[in-house]
């Protein structure tokens, strides 16, 4: 049983004689407390992935190990205070929202929530223009009057049917044809992955809806909510478990030769953890500037705008629409994709999933190993996904394995 090695296993004594803390996040968990030295599982990445499976083994009665190469927790979903007091989300814009009544339930036990509805809008033809593409969006671009219905016949009239579908251009001509696309999908797909749709998954474009109706919220999900105090308190209530230990500021590869743990959980990239042997995965990484707006309350009307066909950034995100703080200023991001830097996004492709196929191989092989997240797992995972994985792994370690 796995559940009864995880009890046995500990940290190495050579672990312990590595005494190197730089930073030290959760004071609760602090090398100086009359702890048990033994570990029962060693995580790797404090994101999503790793604070849901510590605090699932740590509430079972297990004493678990945290490591994260970054100075805090939360992976790509932390979020501070920024030097002018507006709460900020440092490595872009995280929006709540999923359908997934139990990672709800599992994530309220942390955080209260904030009611928010996402909406965006695009800067295309000197217009602001609400995307996902609805009924609006074609009535202002095209200066026309359409219902629903003329909606959809106009869309049935200029879409450009494509079968089979493949590729993320096929998706969205199939859906709207070749004006929509250029304008709204083609140059912004370009700028975020460095590649064309027509050489991308279909999964890409697939993620985003066309709508006839006049709903000009960006998400379908029946949960759509933010947590009440932000991301990082919810993880530092998570981790706020007298069996959890967390050392930030510690890279996994170099300290992997003395960690002794039974039972690792990685959420780093499944290629690094296998020191590249078939080559590195591709991922696209992102290049965030950050700006502080004195005296102005509201920059733009919405949390984010699109710009597909101008500036070398794809959008701009003003944050206290999504937190609903209140500040005589506000803050905003620019992002510019980039291919080098901290890998972000896995790129679907089908070769890159061939690629990972052969890792996740390797991965089966490693008893004592669990791979779980978006990197680890090379999956375009939102949050909610994320967290429904790694409840799963967590039942799997602890022998509860659902049906
Ligand atoms: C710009 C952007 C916007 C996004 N917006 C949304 C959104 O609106 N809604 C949504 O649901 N999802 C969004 N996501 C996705 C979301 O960020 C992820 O689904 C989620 O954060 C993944 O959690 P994770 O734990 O798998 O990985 P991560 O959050 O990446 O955490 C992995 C952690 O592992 C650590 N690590 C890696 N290698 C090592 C090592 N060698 N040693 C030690 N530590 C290591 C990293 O430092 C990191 O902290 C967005 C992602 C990005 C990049």
């Known amino acids: 049983m796995i559940s009864s090695d995880l009890v046995a296993c500990a940290i190495s004594t050579p672990f312990w004689r590595w005494r190197r803390r730089l930073s030290v996040g959760n004071e609760k968990c602090a090398l100086h407390s009359e702890r048990p030295t033994s570990f029962c599982a060693a995580i790797i990445g404090a994101g999503f992935a790793g604070c849901t499976i510590a605090e699932r083994l740590a509430s079972a009665g297990h004493c678990v190990l945290v490591i994260d190469q970054r100075s805090h927790i939360g992976g790509n979903a932390y979020d501070e205070l920024d030097a002018h007091g507006v709460l900020i989300h440092r490595y872009g814009p995280h929006i709540f929202h999923t359908n997934a009544q139990r990672v709800v339930d599992y994530l309220s036990r942390f955080t209260d929530w904030l009611p928010y509805e996402h909406r965006v809008l695009a800067s295309v033809d000197g217009q602001l223009l609400p995307i996902p593409i609805n009924q609006d969006t074609i009535n202002r671009l095209y200066n026309l009057h359409l219902d629903e219905a003329g909606v959809q016949a106009f869309l049935d009239r200029v879409r450009e049917p494509r079968d089979p579908i493949k590729t993320s251009e096929d998706v969205v001509l199939n859906t709207v044809g070749r004006d929509l696309y250029e304008k709204f999908f083609r140059g912004y797909t370009r ?98 500037e950050h700006e502080h707006q004195p005296g102005i309350a509201q920059y733009q009307p919405v949390a984010v705008i699109n710009y597909p066909n101008d500036h070398a950034y794809t959008r701009i995100t003003e944050f206290k629409h999504l937190t609903s703080q209140s500040h005589p200023g506000t803050s905003i991001v620019r992002e510019y994709p980039q291919a080098e830097g901290d890998p972000y996004y896995p790129i679907p492709r089908p070769e890159n999933e061939a690629l990972y196929q052969r890792y996740k191989a390797l991965a089966a092989c490693e008893s004592n190993a669990f791979f779980v997240g978006r990197l680890a797992q090379y999956r375009y995972y939102n949050m909610d996904q994320v967290v429904a994985a790694a409840l799963k792994t967590a039942d799997q370690i602890l022998g509860l394995a659902r049906d």
């Not at 999964?203 to 809806?209: L, Q, Y």
Request: glycine letters at 4%; charged letters at 20%; one cysteine or more.
């Open 191 to 288: 700028k975020q992955w460095g590649l064309d749709p027509s050489q991308l998954s279909a999964a890409v474009t697939a993620r985003i809806p066309v709508r006839t109706n006049r709903d000009n919220r960006y998400f379908n999900d029946q949960f759509q909510i933010m947590p009440k105090d932000g991301y990082t308190a919810l993880f530092q209530q998570m981790l706020d478990h007298p069996n959890i230990r967390l050392e930030l500021n510690t890279d996994f590869f170099a300290i992997r030769h003395r960690l002794n743990a039974k039972t690792v959980i990685y959420t780093g990239p499944i290629d690094a953890y296998f020191d590249d042997c078939y080559g590195p995965l591709p991922y696209r990484s992102l290049h965030f």
